[in-house]
């Protein structure tokens, strides 16, 4: 890889050569991840997880460096059951009730 290549920002460089660069992933297991991808379709990281070539904790740390984003984890404090609450019914929508033949003769 030219030093031109090592130096660019994260950003700007493959998730393949990121993976590379940090010592979590061989060449062999980039190649083998690629050719697979290119068959089944599918993000890289998601590819290589499927192989066993690369963690998902591994993964993410490197995605974050990538795209300039943190990564939640337990150090972020959980959530509490009330804002988890408030999360799940402002995405929940109300369905109409189905009535089946059952309930009508009932």
Same mark, same amino acid.
Do not use: F, K, N, Y
């Given at each position: 890889m030219s030093s031109e290549a090592a130096r660019a920002a994260p950003r700007d460089r493959l998730l393949g050569?990121? %993976?590379?660069?940090?010592?979590?992933?061989?060449?062999a297991d980039l190649d083998r991840g690629l050719a697979l991808q290119q068959k089944i379709g599918g993000r890289l990281?998601?590819? %290589?997880? =499927?192989?066993?070539a690369v963690s998902e904790d591994n993964l993410l740390q490197? @995605?974050? +460096?990538? @795209?300039?984003?943190?990564?939640?984890? $337990?150090? $972020?404090?959980a959530l509490s059951s009330r804002s988890m609450e408030a999360? +799940?019914?402002? =995405?929940?929508?109300?369905?109409? +009730?189905?009535?089946?033949?059952?309930?009508? +003769?009932?």
């Open positions: 050569e990121l %993976l590379l660069d940090a010592g979590l992933l061989g060449v990281g998601s590819v %290589l997880m =499927r192989i066993g490197v @995605l974050s +460096r990538q @795209l300039g984003l943190p990564v939640m984890g $337990a150090e $972020a404090g999360w +799940r019914s402002s =995405r929940s929508i109300s369905l109409p +009730r189905l009535t089946t033949s059952a309930s009508i +003769r009932s």
